[in-house]
């Protein structure tokens, strides 16, 4: 061998040993000795179809009987549907949409549209299982989802103290499942403004199911549960939006629309978010934000059957010509608002193929959490 080529193989020995005596040295680890890897490090890791599904691998705690948890935003699931009036099966939405987000992570959640990842910025988010309903009796199952939703939000503090309750995504169940949830807002922020994605109107009168057999308890139903909020004083006046209408209606003229305006709504049809492309979805958002005033507090309401069949047909009241799931996501990452809590529902797995119903929903709940943390703090509790 030359004695150029010595030196080179001498010269490249005694760097490694150099750089290895350092890096024992930083280690405090004897020379020679390697570093025995954590139990984290060796089987902490989980792929996408590995371990208990909690929605996208978060931690989780039951959020209802531990109140000394704090966190900032929850995932809650509401496995409740017998207000529906069609197809039952979303008791089982949380599960399905929990199953579906395990390709979300916080390793891999990095929003390009928010330039944020929300799984790792200030916000610490939990999945705090699911609140207990019975099936058997719609007034107990109100009271009990009622009494949930004020418990997880009169009664609970986020990392950023008092003044800031947790905030919650909601996995229903049926629609019904946000009246509820409004209640216990209404408690804390005042007069919400809904922006409310939906084939159905929702805002339907007892009168719009007639029936020789009703009671006071059928008048909650999943196409009246906005009707009642609004008769508790719960919505706010003016600011309210539909977005992705396309029902028939009522009788023979326009009475439904006419009791909907009296409620204080403003509809976008499923043909206005369509029909234009992006300039149109642009001129729908600057429209809500126009009509929303700044730091008032909102609530997303995201019913899957608001997309077409083709893209949601796990759901219970299936409606032809819906959005398609990307105009819904594009109009989400742009109403940048102050949420103060939000729901994804009617998620009926028994009648959803390959999961694209659910995978649907999951990445509607990753869009309405990234805007949540984006947006920052949340709104400060109402002072009486």
């Known amino acids: 061998m030359k004695f150029s080529a010595l030196l080179a193989v001498y010269s490249s020995l005694i760097g490694w040993a150099s750089c290895h005596q350092e890096q024992n040295a930083l280690s405090k680890e004897p020379i020679g000795v390697e570093k025995k890897p954590t139990l984290e490090q060796l089987w902490g890791q989980e792929w996408p179809f590995t371990g208990i599904p909690t929605f996208a691998h978060l931690n989780t705690t039951k959020c209802l009987l531990s109140p000394e948890s704090a966190y900032d935003i929850g995932i809650i699931g509401v496995p409740f549907d017998t207000a529906t009036s069609y197809r039952p099966g979303a008791r089982f939405g949380p599960q399905a949409i929990r199953l579906a987000s395990q390709r979300q992570n916080s390793m891999r959640g990095f929003n390009t549209r928010a330039g944020i990842n929300p799984y790792q910025n200030w916000a610490s988010l939990v999945d705090c299982g699911d609140i207990p309903v019975t099936p058997m009796d719609?007034?107990?199952?109100?009271?009990?989802?009622?009494?949930?939703?004020?418990?997880?939000?009169?009664?609970?503090?986020?990392?950023?103290?008092?003044?800031?309750?947790?905030?919650?995504?909601?996995?229903?169940?049926?629609?019904?499942?946000?009246?509820?949830?409004?209640?216990?807002?209404?408690?804390?922020?005042?007069?919400?403004?809904?922006?409310?994605?939906?084939?159905?109107?929702?805002?339907?009168?007892?009168?719009?199911?007639?029936?020789?057999?009703?009671?006071?308890?059928?008048?909650?139903?999943?196409?009246?549960?906005?009707?009642?909020?609004?008769?508790?004083?719960?919505?706010?006046?003016?600011?309210?939006?539909?977005?992705?209408?396309?029902?028939?209606?009522?009788?023979?003229?326009?009475?439904?629309?006419?009791?909907?305006?009296?409620?204080?709504?403003?509809?976008?049809?499923?043909?206005?978010?369509?029909?234009?492309?992006?300039?149109?979805l642009d001129q729908i958002v600057a429209?809500?934000?126009?009509?929303?005033?700044?730091?008032?507090?909102?609530?997303?309401?995201?019913?899957?059957?608001?997309?077409?069949?083709?893209?949601?047909?796990?759901?219970?009241?299936?409606?032809?010509?819906?959005?398609?799931?990307?105009?819904?996501?594009?109009l989400l990452r742009h109403l940048d608002l102050d949420l103060v809590g939000a729901d994804v529902v009617e998620v009926a797995p028994a009648y959803d193929q390959a999961e694209i119903t659910a995978t649907n929903a999951a990445q509607v709940v990753f869009e309405l959490v990234t805007t949540m943390v984006k947006r920052g703090k949340p709104l400060p509790v109402r002072e009486d």
């Open 287 to 330: 429209s809500i934000k126009k009509r929303i005033p700044a730091h008032y507090p909102v609530y997303i309401s995201v019913d899957v059957d608001c997309m077409d069949p083709g893209f949601t047909p796990g759901t219970g009241t299936i409606e032809p010509g819906g959005m398609m799931p990307r105009e819904v996501i594009y």
């Open 138 to 280: 719609n007034k107990v199952a109100l009271d009990q989802m009622t009494a949930a939703f004020e418990e997880l939000l009169l009664r609970r503090n986020s990392s950023l103290g008092d003044a800031h309750p947790p905030r919650y995504v909601a996995l229903g169940g049926d629609h019904s499942i946000i009246l509820p949830h409004l209640r216990a807002l209404h408690e804390v922020y005042g007069k919400i403004a809904v922006i409310h994605f939906d084939a159905h109107l929702d805002t339907w009168t007892p009168a719009k199911y007639p029936s020789f057999w009703s009671s006071e308890q059928s008048k909650f139903t999943h196409g009246s549960m906005l009707w009642m909020a609004k008769q508790e004083g719960i919505l706010s006046d003016d600011y309210n939006v539909h977005v992705g209408i396309r029902t028939r209606i009522s009788g023979v003229s326009w009475e439904d629309f006419d009791e909907d305006d009296d409620q204080g709504w403003l509809r976008f049809s499923a043909d206005d978010v369509w029909v234009g492309g992006k300039q149109s």
